[in-house]
């Protein structure tokens, strides 16, 4: 008994500061590395298919962290094609195998809500009509980011009118509801990447001068709504929130981003919720690191809950961060998807499969998808 206690104390010793357990809330996480919300593209009619079960279970470990890919609020929500949604019946009935897939590994599970906002154009939108937004003002250089839209693709969005917007507060609502009668833990609010929550938050997009434009407090009005909703349906312990405030991605990017990031972190508290995922400075741009001087230090220490980091994170800053206490959970994205077993092999310090940027956004069930391998 006692050979076997201290065999344990030498593991966990040897445990580098990822693969430590952590109390999220109610959620005993058994290591700190998530798996970051990646958009797939393989939701056939926007419904998720049984080829998501083996993705997701491939990367479930017991007590560890999943954020499924964004899934569309509604009918008018979607920026690409074949995305997920939690708006229909069916979205939700095929949801639930996968959940359960992950909680039979162990995994603990939440979906992520998401609204484009302009980041979409007339093929996915309701009737060939325009995607809508807080403002008018087209994307008119686009980023490629997620795979369906290139430059040029943007329609011109409809700015909502002041009355339509509660409305919209009330589709993230019923979605929370919806994802967590699919079985999941519960949910990640997508505030972040220039998609519509994005585009209330930052100056540079939001042209209004209603009680939802202007001043910082205003900005941050709709995406402070949607949140007290979403912990008004579901309670504030099973909701969490992505933020991208010093990004610039689809020409949605800020003035003051600091400023910004400690008002949102600060007023979050008031709702109580779980977690706060926030991206990296460095990330100002998809896909790129940039040497910045902008930390998210301030925003760590003046938020109550969880605080996830996200953005070009490899396994040497991912300890860094939690041994100096800059973050509590680090999420990864392209090398979880390239690396389904990646908590195991960052405990071992094991090398890495590279990933394959060219099938991250193809249709294929199989390619790019679940055939990245494991260690033998």
């Known amino acids: 008994m006692e050979t076997q206690q201290h065999e344990q104390e030498q593991e966990e010793e040897q445990a580098i500061p990822l693969l430590t357990p952590y109390k999220m809330g109610n959620f005993n996480l058994s290591h700190r590395i998530v798996l970051a919300p990646l958009t797939r593209l393989r939701s056939y009619n926007n419904v998720p298919q049984p080829q998501a079960i083996l993705y997701y279970s491939q990367r479930t470990t017991k007590g560890g962290l ?99 917007i509660p409305h919209i507060v009330y589709d993230f609502r019923i979605a929370a509801r919806n994802a967590i009668e699919a079985g999941f833990d519960g949910v990640e609010i997508h505030g972040a990447n220039g998609y519509l929550i994005d585009q209330f938050l930052k ?119 939690v041994l100096e206490g800059s973050a509590d959970l680090v999420a990864y994205g392209r090398l979880f998807l390239a690396n389904p077993d990646l908590p195991r092999r960052f405990q071992i310090d094991a090398p890495l499969n590279a990933y394959n940027r060219d099938t991250f956004y193809t249709h294929d069930p199989v390619i790019g998808y679940t055939d990245y391998p494991f260690l033998q």
């Open 203 to 321: 100056d540079e997009v939001n042209d209004r001068t209603d009680q939802y434009g202007g001043s910082l407090e205003n900005r941050c009005r709709f995406a402070l709504e949607i949140v007290e909703a979403t912990c008004k349906e579901i309670g504030a312990y099973r909701v969490g929130i992505r933020l991208s405030p010093f990004a610039d991605y689809m020409e949605s990017g800020d003035s003051n981003p600091k400023a910004l990031a400690l008002y949102m972190t600060k007023s979050l508290n008031k709702y109580g919720i779980l977690f706060c995922h926030m991206i990296e400075p460095r990330m100002i741009l998809a896909d790129t690191k940039f040497e910045c001087p902008h930390s998210l230090v301030p925003m760590r220490k003046a938020f109550n809950g969880t605080f996830i980091v996200n953005g070009g994170y490899e396994r040497e800053d991912g300890i860094r961060a």
């Open 66 to 164: 999943l954020i499924a890919e964004a899934n569309e609020i509604s009918a008018t929500a979607g920026g690409n094609p074949n995305m997920p949604g939690v708006w229909r019946k069916e979205q939700v009935e095929a949801w639930k195998p996968v959940v359960d897939a992950v909680h039979a590994k162990g995994g603990i599970f939440f979906c992520q809500l998401w609204h484009a906002g302009r980041v979409s154009n007339r093929d996915v939108q309701p009737n060939g009509e325009a995607p809508i937004s807080c403002t008018d003002k087209t994307i008119l250089k686009p980023q490629l980011l997620s795979g369906g839209n290139d430059a040029g693709q943007f329609t011109p969005p409809r700015r909502l009118r002041a009355e339509e």
